[in-house]
Structures are given as structure tokens and as C-alpha cells.
């Protein structure tokens, strides 16, 4: 009866992610060891984090990753020959210094490239000013100067709010929520937990008040408060968008924003950085520290379903029928993938559970465009004469913003709101190779990350599927870019274009969110995935969530992975 029943489940498992995602490039390989401690399906950084920990405690763990590397999104590809590409994420920042720590990430091979300036908006014209802000408080004020005083006053005011709100929540992020039916080491915690809280909240009491409007209010509402001048307003106002389908004016987009800001590299609070050899070298570093401490990690292993008993996991099914088993299985991937597509209504996990999981947000609009070009843009605002065409300035090395006024992120929000891709779309560039030479050995790499592409276009717009909608769609983000760097285009040697529908099928992020979830109030804090299970915990025995789809969120955070192997060992310890 099990074999039948299970023979059911296969089939509608294999039915529903048939095509839907990039099959594995090489044959899998079963592992010798078919019986182990812990299997972890996915091996993205959160994956790889919740595993190097695991192994560490001394658990045989073994790590299930359908691509031929490990990393999911944050990984470092070479699609043009000579040009290395961090080909999803492309910033890091908000991975926990705790994991940097304590899984000794530096002595594997990972090394932050600082960035500064660290944000630069240009004109459109020669004659026009144009913003850069890096780390001297002195030229930022300049730089803000131009187009107001006062703002330019304040503007270090605002750098020390933004701070104080990412100490109020930095207790909240290497730790799970506070589980207040947990057993007695969980109320230990709680207290410990209550006890840093309540230091933190007496040190900043005059931020608690702005603090609880960062995880309400909107974006537009706070910065209008703040400053007066457009430019500085929208350059800030992209934090508050990046990812997430909501305008400035939104209501919860000043969350979306702090969430942007809340990391730090190389000892700098607040701050992007870029990685040598790109976003990969992130994901290499957690691996390396994974197998050092014995975790196994295969690649082109593809996993079909998971298999239960009797309310527990107890292993996963590969698409070859290999079987594993596992006293624990843990969910490196999203939450919809894991509930809906990697389960049947037979593994008895309650329907409502699994709706409220059918039913999770997923709008994000990420488009993701890495180019190979001849020579550095050349700024019509911001020229260097005399230098060579692949020498960087200030201006290349930092993320590059071409918006100046909040209503063109609030006209592209509505058109994406619409079902149809903006018509002028938000774009950040950046040049990783400007500070990092080991990208390649000529020319450069420019990623352009826009937003407000939707993955459900209305049909009588196109569809992602149609390689010319996607084309035109790409021109008119090269187009922008022209607007201000009038040899962009013609530079350009070659590029991967990632729409939604790209996101999805390579990395596995559901709808292209690449978060595993839209970072609104209603999916965050207990509420994330699912109300009742913010602990990575699930209906299911032995069955642990451990990716971006829990909290506190998405990034290339890790705090994810960490928390959930806290909370498996806890439960091993029975305590």
C-alpha cells in the first residue's frame, strides 16, 4: 500500500515541476552512504550555512543541489567566455559577521572589496550637478550641498537613525523569533532574548517611536520628512524598492528599505561591498567550510519529493529513484517549492497550511541584465579626460542610480502594477570589475538590476516566454543607460538577460522573488512563511525550513541557516 501510495505522489510530484525548472546539466551521482543524519535539498548559501553548522555539531549531513554548483542565486558564473558574472545577487553586506565568525569564511577564501564612493546618481547633461556619497561625511556634504543646504545639513542625522534602527533589530536576526511555547532552554532564551531587547530599546528610546514607522510607513513619508530635495529622496528611495513590488509610496516600503541597510562588510555598518571573484565566492566559502567539517555536497542532484510516514519526513526521493533517508530533512529552498511542489496531499500536512502557502505574495519585478563590455560607460556629466577607456573613476565604482525624481519610480510601480513591464524601468548599475580585478582580463562587467518587471504580464502586453518581448524589454533598459553614458550600448560585447520567468526556472525562486517571499507586513516576523511556524519548524516531524522564505528574510543573509540549525539541534538535544 506504501509503495503504491507512494507511486501516486511521485507521479503528480514529477507533473508538477516538469519543465517548470533548468534539469540538472550531469547525471547524479548517489552518494555510498544511502542513511544519514540530516539531507539538506538545496544547497543556496542558507543551505550551505545550515549544513556547515550541522556538520560542525558532529551530524552526518548531506547536501542536495540541482545545478552543477552550489550557491543558488549567489553564485559566480562565466556565460560570455572572459567575463566572470555574479549572475543573480551581485551585492554583499547583510551576510551575519557571526557566520563570517564561527564558520571562519575569511581562512576559506572569502574577501570583502570595499566600495567608496558607494552610490553615484548622475544628470543628464554636462552642465547639471550630479550626487555622489561615499564614506567622507565631507564630501557627502558637498555633494549634497548642491542641491540643498539644509539636506546636506542633515543628512548625517539620517545615517545615525538608520544606524540606530539596525541596532534595535540586530537581536532579532541571529537568533529565532522568541518561541513562547517552547520548552525551558527556549525560555531561557526568550529572557535572554528580552533582556537585549530592553538594553538596546533604553539605549535608543528616542528611536523606538520612528522605528516602529520604519516597519510601517512608507518610504516617501520618511524621507520627505527627512529631506527636501528630489534627487537625494529617489537615490535613497531605490533601497526601498529593490526586489519588492511596492512604490515609495507604499505603505511598509520603509521596512523594505531598512532591510537594505541593516548589514555591514568589513567592519563598515550599513554598507555594500563587493566579493573577489564575485557573489560565488560567498557560496564556495560557506562549502568549503561545510566539507572541512565533514558535510558531503553533491551537485546535479535533483530531488524529486519528500518522503514521509506517518506525520514525519523521513528522507528524499531523487528523480532517479534513488531513495535517502534521513532522520531529519531540512528545506534549503522555498517554502512553495518545499509544501507544494516537493509534497502531496498524502504526506498529510494540514491543507490549510498548504493554502496559506499556495496564497504567500510573490510579486517582486527583479530583472537581472549581466553585460561584457569594451570600455567603462563614459558619463556625459562626470568625464575624466585624459583617462583610458578601461580605467575606472569614483564614478564606476559604486552603484550607479539613474533615476532623479520619485515620480519615475512611482510611474514604473504602477505600469508593473498594471501587468505590464515599466515602461521606464528603475535600473542600479554596477561595476564590480572597477574594484575587482579578477573578473576578467579586458574590458569590464556592468549587472544591471531593474525592477518592475512583473512575472504575471498581462497577456495583451506579451509574455517573458517570447524572446523578442524580452529583447525590447533589454534595449529599453540599454536605452536609459545611453541617456546618461551615451557609449553604453555600442560597448557592449555580449549579456545574460534574467527576467522573472528566468529566475524561476534557473535559480528556483518562486514568481522570480528573490526573497522565496515579498518582504510585506503581513510575511514578516511570526508571520513568516506561515503564522505558528516562524521557528523553521513545520507540521511535519523531522522536516525544518532554512532558507529565505523564513525569517527574518531574504539577501544573502545566512541568518536564515543559522538560525534553523540552532532550533534542529535544540530539538536533537530534546531541549
Same mark, same amino acid.
Given at each position: 500500500t506504501v509503495s503504491v501510495l507512494y507511486c501516486r505522489m511521485l507521479r503528480r510530484c514529477? !507533473?508538477?515541476?516538469?519543465?517548470?525548472?533548468?534539469?540538472?546539466?550531469?547525471?547524479?551521482?548517489?552518494? #555510498?552512504k544511502l542513511k544519514r543524519d540530516v539531507v539538506i535539498i538545496g544547497g543556496g548559501h542558507n543551505g550551505l550555512v545550515c549544513g556547515a553548522y550541522l556538520a560542525k555539531a558532529g551530524l552526518d549531513t548531506l547536501i542536495l543541489e540541482r545545478r552543477g554548483q552550489v550557491g543558488g542565486a549567489a553564485v559566480t558564473e562565466e556565460i560570455i567566455p572572459g567575463y566572470k558574472f555574479s549572475r543573480a545577487s551581485y551585492l554583499a553586506g547583510l551576510l551575519r559577521p557571526a557566520i563570517i565568525k564561527e564558520l571562519e569564511l575569511e581562512k576559506h577564501g572569502m574577501k570583502y572589496l570595499s566600495r567608496d564612493p558607494s552610490s553615484f546618481t548622475p544628470s543628464r547633461t554636462a552642465t547639471e550637478p550630479y550626487l555622489i556619497l561615499g564614506d567622507d561625511p565631507k564630501m557627502n556634504h558637498a555633494? /549634497?550641498?548642491?542641491?540643498? =543646504?539644509? *539636506?546636506a545639513d542633515r543628512f548625517e542625522a539620517y545615517e545615525d537613525f538608520l544606524s540606530e534602527a539596525r541596532e534595535l533589530i540586530q537581536p532579532l536576526l541571529d537568533m529565532p523569533l522568541p518561541d513562547l511555547e517552547g520548552g525551558l532552554k527556549q525560555k531561557f532564551d526568550n529572557i535572554l532574548t528580552a533582556k537585549t531587547m530592553m538594553r538596546v530599546g533604553l539605549?535608543?528610546?528616542? =528611536?523606538?517611536?520612528?522605528?516602529? #514607522?520604519?516597519? @510601517?510607513?512608507? +518610504?516617501?513619508?520618511?524621507?520627505? !520628512?527627512?529631506? #527636501?530635495? *528630489? /534627487?537625494?529622496? =529617489? =537615490?535613497? +528611495? @531605490? *533601497? +526601498?524598492v529593490i526586489g519588492a513590488m511596492v512604490s515609495p509610496s507604499s505603505a511598509g516600503s520603509a521596512y523594505v528599505l531598512l532591510h537594505h541597510v541593516m548589514g555591514e562588510a568589513a567592519g563598515k555598518k550599513g554598507v555594500w561591498s563587493y566579493v573577489e571573484g564575485g557573489m560565488g565566492s560567498i557560496s564556495n566559502s560557506i562549502a568549503s567550510s561545510a566539507k572541512s567539517h565533514g558535510a558531503e555536497i553533491l551537485t546535479d542532484a535533483t530531488v524529486d519529493c519528500i518522503v514521509t510516514d506517518d506525520g514525519r519526513a523521513t528522507g528524499v526521493r531523487m528523480t532517479d529513484g534513488t531513495f535517502i533517508e534521513a532522520g531529519t530533512v531540512v528545506a534549503g529552498c522555498s517554502p512553495y517549492h518545499t509544501f507544494v511542489e516537493l509534497m502531496d496531499e498524502a504526506a498529510g500536512v494540514p491543507k490549510d497550511f498548504v493554502h496559506h502557502i499556495q496564497h504567500t505574495e510573490q510579486a517582486c519585478g527583479a530583472f537581472k541584465i549581466n553585460c561584457a563590455v569594451s570600455e567603462l560607460p563614459e558619463f556625459k556629466c562626470y568625464p575624466n579626460p585624459g583617462r583610458d577607456a578601461n580605467i575606472p573613476g569614483d564614478m564606476h565604482k559604486g552603484t550607479v542610480h539613474f533615476e532623479t525624481r520619485m515620480s519615475e519610480i512611482e510611474a514604473a510601480y504602477t505600469d508593473a502594477a498594471s501587468g505590464k513591464?515599466?515602461?521606464?524601468?528603475?535600473? #542600479?548599475? @554596477?561595476?564590480?570589475? +572597477?574594484v575587482d580585478t579578477t573578473l576578467c582580463e579586458k574590458g569590464h562587467v556592468v549587472q544591471l538590476f531593474v525592477q518592475f518587471a512583473p512575472y504575471d504580464v498581462d497577456p495583451q502586453y506579451g509574455t517573458w516566454a517570447c524572446p523578442d518581448f524580452k529583447e525590447r524589454f533589454v534595449k529599453r533598459v540599454f536605452s536609459i543607460v545611453d541617456e546618461f553614458a551615451p557609449n553604453f550600448s555600442a560597448s557592449i560585447i555580449g549579456y545574460d538577460a534574467l527576467s522573472p520567468l528566468d529566475l524561476e526556472r534557473i535559480f528556483a525562486l518562486p514568481k522570480g522573488n528573490i526573497f522565496h517571499g515579498a518582504l510585506t507586513l503581513q510575511q514578516l516576523g511570526y508571520a513568516r512563511p506561515v503564522p505558528g511556524y516562524s521557528s523553521h519548524r513545520t507540521p511535519l516531524k523531522g522536516l525544518y525550513m532554512g532558507a529565505s522564505g523564513t525569517h527574518p528574510g531574504g539577501g544573502v543573509m545566512g541568518a536564515p541557516g543559522r538560525n534553523c540549525s540552532g532550533v534542529i539541534l535544540n530539538d536533537l538535544r530534546g531541549v
Open positions: 514529477q !507533473r508538477r515541476c516538469l519543465g517548470k525548472y533548468e534539469a540538472s546539466p550531469g547525471n547524479f551521482s548517489p552518494p #555510498e555633494s /549634497i550641498a548642491q542641491f540643498s =543646504t539644509s *539636506d539605549k535608543h528610546s528616542k =528611536t523606538l517611536v520612528p522605528f516602529y #514607522e520604519l516597519f @510601517t510607513g512608507s +518610504a516617501s513619508h520618511l524621507l520627505n !520628512r527627512w529631506f #527636501e530635495n *528630489d /534627487i537625494l529622496k =529617489t =537615490t535613497l +528611495a @531605490t *533601497d +526601498a513591464p515599466a515602461e521606464r524601468p528603475v535600473v #542600479e548599475m @554596477t561595476i564590480p570589475s +572597477a
